[in-house]
């Protein structure tokens, strides 16, 4: 027995794949050039976070750097606060160029908005945010700051600014005596 082939049948289906596979086509293409806008404005946002948590980074760089330099041979708490005020202030006056006059390793640059987070650090901290202890047999110094990241990002298509950015973190750094 032969099955015969219906032609009418092959031509019908063919032109419902033809016809669906144009409206997939077409609707796809609809929707990227919607959405293409969008799309730009997300890569743009992740990358200014990008930009905040790697200035994020420097900060606990540089704090830890100065909180390691103001805990040697420090007995009270009020030394510490004195030395780390005194650390900053270097770090404000050499733009962070050189840390120590007698030292002479070489810091990288700071940029101005850091120096200010942590000029404004050093004028808030205070005796009761430091705490000196013993652990193992080592003196160590803790102190816990609360530090606040301030941009203003700016539209350059507009040239307006087009939002601000507050982002802000508590750290606890430890430094040996």
Known sequence: MKIKNNKKGQVLAIGILVFL???ITTTSIF???IKEGKVEERIANVDLMDRTYSRENRLNIY????VDSSARSVILEKDFVDKFRNLVEE???????ELHSGDKKKYPFLFDENVLVMDELAKNLKEGDVKIFERDGERIVEVKFNVVIEDKFYD????????NLKYSYEKVFEGKT
Do not use: R
Not at 63 to 66: A, H, K, S, W
Not at 91 to 97: C, L
Not at 156 to 163: A, H, Q
């Open 21 to 23: 596979t144009l409206s």
């Open 31 to 33: 929707y990227i050039l």
């Open 63 to 66: 704090l830890q750097d100065i």
């Open 91 to 97: 770090y404000k006056v050499q733009g962070g160029s």
């Open 156 to 163: 350059f298509k507009n040239e307006e600014e087009s939002f």
